[in-house]
């Protein structure tokens, strides 16, 4: 085995030297924003309704029934299509 040793300084000094190469692209100069993710009122409505019957499809732990979730998603989709 070969024996390391390396102050803190050292090993501070080596990661900084890494973080800062990784990441160019969020220097303070040059700020990344990141997109805002459309919607459409299909999805607002399915999310909705598949929040109001999950609860129908899962047991008192939490956890999905057997097919809880496919029953789930189809059922939200039912109500949305509406």
Do not use: C
């Amino acid at each position: 085995m070969v024996d390391v040793t390396m102050s803190m300084d050292e090993y501070l000094s080596l990661l900084g030297g890494l973080t800062q190469d990784a990441t160019p692209a969020m220097s303070s100069d040059n700020q990344v924003i990141p997109k805002k993710k459309r919607s459409s009122a299909y999805s607002r409505r399915y999310k909705a309704n598949f929040r109001k019957v999950a609860p129908r499809f899962k047991l008192k732990n939490g956890k999905w029934k057997k097919n809880g979730f496919k029953s789930a998603v189809k059922l939200a989709h039912k109500m949305s299509k509406k």
